[in-house]
T-cell receptor, first 113, second 112 residues
Framework: EPEVTQTPSHQVTQMGQEVILRCVPISNHLYFYWYRQILGQKVEFLVSFYNNEISEKSEIFDDQFSVERPDGSNFTLKIRSTKLEDSAMYFC???????????FGPGTRLTVL | QKEVEQNSGPLSVPEGAIASLNCTYSDRGSQSFFWYRQYSGKSPELIMFIYSNGDKEDGRFTAQLNKASQYVSLLIRDSQPSDSATYLCAVTPSGGSYIPTFGRGTSLIVHP
């Protein structure tokens, strides 16, 4: 069964450093998403992406964040200058269409020291 | 602010019993309703979705939607210890966005 994959599974970085989190969505899906979940808290939406552009973003997704689809398979989330409060699980998800159910990848645990 | 509320639990049920998980939402025009299961340290896994009032059954799982009362529930029949997890309710809003708002989740413990 096709699934969303994410790398790395765990990323440790120093405050102020840039990180790139990578995702490979399910191949026939057109909509891609990033969410984060701080330990013990809700899953929070960051951004959605369709047709090579951002379709929606939340208040969390400020200028420190960017997304890109550099090739036909990868979907990346970049955090330019990490802060301690960016420590969280970051989940990538994809869906066939915008109003279809979303399937989540296994997540990347980001730890900012 | 569109809210999705769940009792954090834990809800503890014996093996073989029916577990009932509830979720209320504030946006009366909400369109789609999802239940995800999340094991500790893992990602959300879609269990069921429901769009229309009434019941929808899939194996041991039944989702129930009551738009007039703004609640959605998940019943798990013949609960197994492997069902022990946090169950997340997610609701898409009115107004054209299909981005779901997640509840905090209810922790379910099924004891042998």
């Amino acid at each position: 069964e096709p699934e969303v994959t994410q790398t790395p599974s765990h990323q440790v970085t120093q405050m102020g450093q840039e990180v790139i989190l990578r995702c490979v969505p399910i191949s026939n899906h057109l909509y891609f998403y990033w969410y984060r979940q701080i330990l013990g808290q809700k899953v929070e939406f960051l951004v959605s992406f369709y047709n090579n552009e951002i379709s929606e973003k939340s208040e969390i997704f400020d200028d420190q964040f960017s997304v890109e689809r550099p090739d036909g398979s990868n979907f990346t989330l970049k955090i330019r200058s990490t802060k301690l409060e960016d420590s969280a699980m970051y989940f990538c998800a994809s869906s066939v269409m915008s109003n279809n159910e979303q399937f989540f990848g296994p997540g990347t645990r980001l730890t900012v020291l | 602010q569109k809210e999705v509320e769940q009792n954090s639990g834990p809800l503890s049920v014996p093996e073989g019993a029916i577990a009932s998980l509830n979720c209320t939402y504030s946006d009366r025009g909400s369109q789609s309703f999802f239940w995800y299961r999340q094991y500790s340290g893992k990602s959300p896994e879609l269990i069921m979705f429901i769009y229309s009032n009434g019941d929808k059954e899939d194996g041991r799982f039944t989702a129930q939607l009551n738009k007039a009362s703004q609640y959605v529930s998940l019943l798990i029949r013949d609960s197994q210890p492997s069902d022990s997890a946090t169950y997340l309710c997610a609701v898409t809003p009115s107004g054209g966005s299909y981005i779901p708002t997640f509840g905090r989740g209810t922790s379910l413990i099924v004891h042998p």
